[in-house]
């Protein structure tokens, strides 16, 4: 039986690629002035098109800011959420409110068994994931800080809104109840390579 709720809609990988570069122009300006920002594409182009394993250096990244590395053509964010922010991530309220709390929905493709927790991510404070609409493939908007926003409820508790269709994640990237995106946004395969050196792309390392 497939795992995809009813009514939903598959990723339409055709349009990914238009679509990821439309998001992102329109979401620049809106992502700069929410949150701290730390941009890294280092990766030379022929290692991301061949989608090699990609080595992420995260000695500089603060609490409470993201960075953005480039993966298979994906955007990968890597966030360092703060104390409160993991906190609420496990309140019973909370879980409540999303399609797939404990991300059981195509484990396997969107979720690594290491990621299978509260917080989908090795350590508590660090979320790699990709930064990549279930539904149909846009960009979605950080919107990191709590409380009422527009197109948001008054009770956010901060996360990301997919601009084009109305889909939301929480700070663990987990979607809302009753959005258009059918699945958790994926968590890439990733390793530790030491406390600040991660390595996105495999997982089978050391």
């Known amino acids: ?12 990988t055709s349009k990914r690629t238009w ?19 730390v941009s890294s594409f280092q990766p030379s ?16 990244l603060r609490t409470g800011e993201k960075m953005t590395v480039m993966w298979r053509g994906q955007p990968v964010w890597i966030l360092k959420r703060t104390p409160e922010q993991i906190a609420g991530l496990s309140d019973p309220k909370h879980k409540a409110e999303l399609a797939d709390p404990d991300s059981g929905l195509n484990a ?4 690594p068994p290491y990621a299978r927790n509260d917080h989908r991510s090795i350590k508590p404070e660090v979320l790699i994931t990709i930064g990549v609409c279930t539904h149909l ?5 950080d919107h ?12 956010w508790i901060g996360g990301f809104l997919c601009p084009c269709h109305g889909s939301t994640y ?12 059918p699945f958790n946004l994926k968590v890439p395969p990733h390793v530790y390579l030491s406390d600040t050196r991660l390595l996105i792309g495999d997982d089978k390392k050391a």
């Open 1 to 12: 039986m497939s795992d995809i709720p009813a009514g939903s809609h598959p990723v339409d």
């Open 19 to 37: 679509l990821i570069a439309s998001g992102c122009a329109g979401a620049v300006g809106g992502i700069a002035t929410l949150v701290p920002f």
């Open 45 to 60: 182009t022929t290692t991301k098109v061949a989608g090699a394993p990609v080595e992420v250096d995260i000695s500089g």
């Open 108 to 111: 396997d493709e969107y979720t």
């Open 137 to 141: 493939g846009c960009t979605p908007i």
């Open 144 to 155: 990191l800080q709590p409380g009422a926003q527009p197109s948001l409820p008054d009770d």
């Open 170 to 181: 929480d700070l663990a990237a987990r979607v809302y109840k009753n959005k258009p995106a």
